[in-house]
């Protein structure tokens, strides 16, 4: 192999690499206790939580309106879980056919600065306001009698962390005691790559968070519970349809040379190298009435690409927004009885920008099985959307999804009838024996990342110069690790090829485990329909052997014809799951499937062992399997909390610059405001929103709501200053739709205040803007 040579520009990259790297481990000395830390969440019951802050009153500026809070502690404080219900049961009522529905969807936000985004891994991509709202959408369905009951969780976030669902599960008990449980309630990520980090507990999931956010992981998980709570309290009897249709035009596979490595034969039964089908389930009550929506559809929601600073829901959450704003006439965007989830299923190798990999700088195509260019090698090869930027990207995909979806739910028919089931173990996916054949097994490996991991994708590349495809180890970069981390034992590296390790994962565990080793595996059953909760990023192809495999499971032990939807980043993230045959190819996707490269022949095994506990009745002789470690320490997030200041002369809320007197459809109306840190509002549970777009209304003389920042229409900039100064900038993009009138903007926001020796409080203020004038022409 040629030696390798470095420009002066990675060398200087390679330079912070180390000194970061060094900074890192000095601070893990100093933050961390290593012993004790684990407790396993059975024995002990207690949880981190944070209070939200008690409000004060006190006197409020001219022209503003403030109330106070006590501000988050940095200890977090304990709860102990409670296995009496303090919820009582609905009365259901038993006498009819179909099931009992609720559903319900509440906002799991969480910051929206002062975070990084969880998806692409990209430093100093971190949130500075918010596009759209997250939500957390919830479906209980329950047989007649209530004996058996199943619960479905989208959630508007990357992935699903384990700490998340641990602390989600401990809260159910302690509320409905063993209605909801760990083997009957899925919680599913739709794997938007703009929502914020901060909730995990394994070491390297932490370290791409930039620390641990107590004040997400709280918001996240009272989003989830209010959800559930709401779907809990509004069950009513009716009858599920379901339908299943191709989605055109929205996706490509961005590992097609991957792809290509499956077998010609099992290649040649599909018409497309990505999953079309899209498989929906109508929700209405006995009297024919809306009641809910849930799709899965196999696309990755990276149509804001790694250059987005906004929260926002992506091409699936537009998909949301569109259906349920059809859906709830009248009502704002988050608002309404009506809930419709559009979930993931398996996209691992699925990009919704059609355009496909070109080279930025030169135009060309890099469509190969490297991704990269001649002329700056993969950082320049980058694959496009449809739109004119991202924004307009995630509108075209998301409406497409939204258009098919809309189809299937009117013209869905066949009912979907019998009972209920659900089956989960954890297992220890680092030691599995997988029987290739009657007489020979191999096994799954310790948690390994590959050298293409750091390349990156097509839809966001890596930070230093990586290329997809590799298959052999560089001696610098394991030098440097071997130096930072140790050396990767033997028994991984064999078992891991031909994956070139660059991080042995596995094998750290300080100051917590770098990835799991307990990993939930789960089905739910409603009738035909099998929902397989894939902890991971399953590739189409692996997508195909994996539902083919678990149906012929169910047929074999008496349940024909059963439908199986892989439903995506469910309960526990552990990356991507190829097939062995793409595993040899050591793109992205293979690099980042962490147990080796006999990772779905494991799940299958797993899995089918689930479908026939089902199918057979023997759910109950399962055993729960080892339970997952729930981590008391980690490494919190290294921004500060610091005190809001305004201008001299200024508060916070002033109109810096005032919105112009008219405006015409199709433009922007842009105000700026005083502002203060917008994380502060995410210690506030029930704030609801940053702004809002009012109308006014002559007839009655008051002003309408339009907009608030869940809508598509609305952002909502924050832009930081030195020493707690910063400002706020909001925009509303004025809809074709809208109605000339008179306007007008308004600002809700929470600024940290401390005097001196006492304990710092979160004080609310609001603010208004000119008024301004839409018409039709000017």
């Not at 993230?573 to 022949?601: D, K, M, W």
């Not at 433009?667 to 994380?679: L, R, S, Y």
């Given at each position: 192999?040629?030696?390798?040579?470095?420009?002066?520009?990675?060398?200087?990259?390679?330079?912070?690499?180390?000194?970061?790297?060094?900074?890192?481990?000095?601070?893990?000395?100093?933050?961390?206790?290593?012993?004790?830390?684990?407790?396993?969440?059975?024995?002990?019951?207690?949880?981190?939580?944070?209070?939200?802050?008690?409000?004060?009153?006190?006197?409020?500026?001219?022209?503003?309106?403030?109330?106070?809070?006590?501000?988050?502690?940095?200890?977090?404080?304990?709860?102990?879980?409670?296995?009496?219900?303090?919820?009582?049961?609905?009365?259901?009522?038993?006498?009819?056919?179909?099931?009992?529905?609720?559903?319900?969807?509440?906002?799991?936000?969480?910051?929206?600065?002062?975070?990084?985004?969880?998806?692409?891994?990209?430093?100093?991509?971190?949130?500075?306001?918010?596009?759209?709202?997250?939500?957390?959408?919830?479906?209980?369905?329950?047989?007649?009698?209530?004996?058996?009951?199943?619960?479905?969780?989208?959630?508007?976030?990357?992935?699903?962390?384990?700490?998340?669902?641990?602390?989600?599960?401990?809260?159910?008990?302690?509320?409905?005691?063993?209605?909801?449980?760990?083997?009957?309630?899925?919680?599913?990520?739709?794997?938007?790559?703009?929502?914020?980090?901060?909730?995990?507990?394994?070491?390297?999931?932490?370290?791409?968070?930039?620390?641990?956010?107590?004040?997400?992981?709280?918001?996240?998980?009272?989003?989830?519970?209010?959800?559930?709570?709401?779907?809990?309290?509004?069950?009513?009897?009716?009858?599920?349809?379901?339908?299943?249709?191709?989605?055109?035009?929205?996706?490509?596979?961005?590992?097609?040379?991957?792809?290509?490595?499956?077998?010609?034969?099992?290649?040649?039964?599909?018409?497309?190298?990505?999953?079309?089908?899209?498989?929906?389930?109508?929700?209405?009550?006995?009297?024919?009435?809306?009641?809910?929506?849930?799709?899965?559809?196999?696309?990755?929601?990276?149509?804001?690409?790694?250059?987005?600073?906004?929260?926002?829901?992506?091409?699936?959450?537009?998909?949301?927004?569109?259906?349920?704003?059809?859906?709830?006439?009248?009502?704002?965007?988050?608002?309404?009885?009506?809930?419709?989830?559009?979930?993931?299923?398996?996209?691992?190798?699925?990009?919704?920008?059609?355009?496909?990999?070109?080279?930025?700088?030169?135009?060309?195509?890099?469509?190969?099985?490297?991704?990269?260019?001649?002329?700056?090698?993969?950082?320049?090869?980058?694959?496009?959307?449809?739109?004119?930027?991202?924004?307009?990207?995630?509108?075209?995909?998301?409406?497409?999804?939204?258009?098919?979806?809309?189809?299937?739910?009117?013209?869905?028919?066949?009912?979907?009838?019998?009972?209920?089931?659900?089956?989960?173990?954890?297992?220890?996916?680092?030691?599995?024996?997988?029987?290739?054949?009657?007489?020979?097994?191999v096994k799954t490996c310790k948690p390994a990342l590959g050298y293409s991991f750091a390349a990156g994708t097509i839809d966001g590349f890596g930070s230093l110069n990586f290329t997809q495809g590799t298959t052999v180890g560089d001696p610098f970069w394991d030098s440097l690790r071997d130096q930072i981390l140790g050396k990767p034992s033997e028994e991984i590296k064999e078992c891991q090829k031909p994956k070139p390790i660059l991080l042995h994962t596995g094998e750290l565990s300080k100051p917590n485990p770098w990835h799991p080793d307990i990993v939930d595996v789960q089905i739910i059953t409603l009738g035909f329909l099998a929902i397989a909760a894939v902890p991971g990023e399953f590739t189409t192809m692996s997508g195909r052997r994996f539902r083919e495999a678990i149906q012929e499971e169910f047929a074999t032990y008496g349940m024909p014809n059963m439908t199986v939807v892989v439903s995506g980043l469910c309960n526990v993230y552990t990356h991507y799951i190829t097939t062995y045959e793409e595993y040899q190819a050591q793109r992205y996707e293979a690099a980042s499937t962490i147990y080796g490269p006999h990772t779905l022949s494991a799940y299958i095994q797993l899995f089918k062992v689930l479908a026939k506990a089902i199918a057979t009745g023997t759910v109950a002789n399962l055993s729960t399997g080892p339970e997952p470690p729930f981590f008391k320490q980690l490494i919190n997030t290294l921004i500060p909390n610091i005190v809001d200041r305004a201008p001299t002369?200024?508060?916070?809320?002033?109109?810096?610059?005032?919105?112009?007197?008219?405006?015409?459809?199709?433009?922007?109306?842009?105000?700026?405001?005083?502002?203060?840190?917008?994380?502060?509002?995410?210690?506030?549970?029930?704030?609801?929103?940053?702004?809002?777009?009012?109308?006014?209304?002559?007839?009655?003389?008051?002003?309408?709501?339009?907009?608030?920042?869940?809508?598509?229409?609305?952002?909502?900039?924050?832009?930081?200053?030195?020493?707690?100064?910063?400002?706020?900038?909001?925009?509303?993009?004025?809809?074709?739709?809208?109605?000339?009138?008179?306007?007008?903007?308004?600002?809700?926001?929470?600024?940290?205040?401390?005097?001196?020796?006492?304990?710092?409080?979160?004080?609310?203020?609001?603010?208004?803007?000119?008024?301004?004038?839409?018409?039709?022409?000017?």
């Amino acid at each position: 192999m040629a030696k390798r040579t470095f420009s002066t520009f990675e060398t200087f990259l390679i330079f912070l690499l180390v000194m970061m790297t060094g900074v890192t481990v000095a601070l893990l000395s100093l933050l961390f206790i290593t012993s004790g830390t684990i407790e396993n969440n059975k024995d002990s019951g207690f949880l981190t939580t944070q209070s939200p802050p008690a409000t004060q009153g006190s006197s409020a500026p001219q022209g503003s309106t403030l109330t106070q809070g006590t501000a988050d502690t940095q200890g977090p404080t304990a709860t102990q879980a409670s296995s009496t219900p303090s919820t009582p049961e609905p009365t259901l009522f038993q006498n009819f056919s179909g099931y009992h529905i609720g559903v319900g969807r509440a906002d799991c936000t969480g910051q929206v600065a002062d975070i990084n985004l969880m998806g692409y891994g990209k430093t100093g991509q971190n949130a500075q306001g918010i596009l759209t709202r997250l939500y957390s959408r919830a479906f209980i369905m329950a047989e007649p009698d209530g004996s058996n009951r199943v619960v479905f969780v989208s959630i508007e976030i990357g992935m699903v962390s384990q700490r998340l669902r641990l602390e989600v599960l401990n809260r159910l008990q302690s509320k409905y005691g063993s209605l909801y449980r760990r083997d009957n309630v899925i919680l599913s990520g739709t794997h938007t790559h703009s929502g914020p980090a901060g909730y995990f507990q394994y070491t390297t999931f932490v370290l791409a968070s930039e620390g641990f956010s107590n004040r997400t992981f709280e918001y996240m998980v009272n989003g989830i519970m209010k959800s559930i709570e709401i779907a809990h309290t509004n069950m009513k009897p009716g009858k599920i349809f379901i339908n299943k249709g191709d989605v055109d035009g929205a996706q490509i596979n961005r590992s097609p040379t991957s792809y290509l490595r499956n077998p010609l034969s099992e290649r040649a039964r599909y018409s497309s190298n990505t999953d079309k089908e899209m498989l929906l389930l109508k929700m209405v009550d006995l009297n024919g009435d809306d009641l809910g929506l849930i799709s899965w559809f196999a696309i990755h929601p990276v149509s804001m690409n790694n250059s987005n600073h906004l929260v926002n829901s992506d091409n699936m959450g537009y998909a949301s927004y569109l259906f349920e704003q059809e859906k709830n006439k009248g009502y704002l965007p988050g608002q309404g009885p009506y809930v419709a989830a559009f979930a993931s299923s398996n996209l691992g190798d699925v990009s919704p920008n059609t355009l496909g990999p070109s080279c930025i700088n030169t135009g060309e195509s890099c469509d190969n099985a490297d991704s990269t260019c001649p002329i700056g090698g993969p950082s320049m090869c980058i694959a496009m959307g449809p739109g004119q930027d991202m924004f307009n990207s995630t509108q075209i995909i998301g409406r497409i999804i939204y258009e098919k979806a809309k189809e299937l739910y009117a013209s869905a028919s066949q009912e979907v009838t019998g009972p209920l089931a659900s089956a989960h173990q954890w297992v220890n996916m680092t030691d599995v024996t997988v029987w290739l054949n009657s007489t020979h097994t191999v096994k799954t490996c310790k948690p390994a990342l590959g050298y293409s991991f750091a390349a990156g994708t097509i839809d966001g590349f890596g930070s230093l110069n990586f290329t997809q495809g590799t298959t052999v180890g560089d001696p610098f970069w394991d030098s440097l690790r071997d130096q930072i981390l140790g050396k990767p034992s033997e028994e991984i590296k064999e078992c891991q090829k031909p994956k070139p390790i660059l991080l042995h994962t596995g094998e750290l565990s300080k100051p917590n485990p770098w990835h799991p080793d307990i990993v939930d595996v789960q089905i739910i059953t409603l009738g035909f329909l099998a929902i397989a909760a894939v902890p991971g990023e399953f590739t189409t192809m692996s997508g195909r052997r994996f539902r083919e495999a678990i149906q012929e499971e169910f047929a074999t032990y008496g349940m024909p014809n059963m439908t199986v939807v892989v439903s995506g980043l469910c309960n526990v993230y552990t990356h991507y799951i190829t097939t062995y045959e793409e595993y040899q190819a050591q793109r992205y996707e293979a690099a980042s499937t962490i147990y080796g490269p006999h990772t779905l022949s494991a799940y299958i095994q797993l899995f089918k062992v689930l479908a026939k506990a089902i199918a057979t009745g023997t759910v109950a002789n399962l055993s729960t399997g080892p339970e997952p470690p729930f981590f008391k320490q980690l490494i919190n997030t290294l921004i500060p909390n610091i005190v809001d200041r305004a201008p001299t002369g200024k508060h916070f809320g002033d109109v810096l610059q005032p919105a112009n007197p008219t405006y015409r459809m199709g433009e922007v109306v842009e105000v700026v405001f005083v502002g203060a840190n917008p994380k502060n509002s995410a210690e506030i549970l029930t704030h609801q929103t940053f702004l809002t777009v009012e109308k006014y209304e002559a007839t009655s003389a008051t002003w309408q709501m339009v907009h608030n920042d869940a809508s598509w229409e609305t952002r909502f900039y924050w832009h930081k200053g030195l020493l707690g100064y910063s400002n706020t900038t909001i925009q509303w993009h004025i809809p074709d739709s809208a109605q000339p009138g008179i306007y007008r903007i308004r600002y809700f926001g929470h600024s940290r205040k401390q005097d001196l020796l006492k304990a710092a409080v979160i004080v609310s203020f609001e603010s208004t803007s000119s008024t301004f004038e839409v018409v039709t022409a000017l």
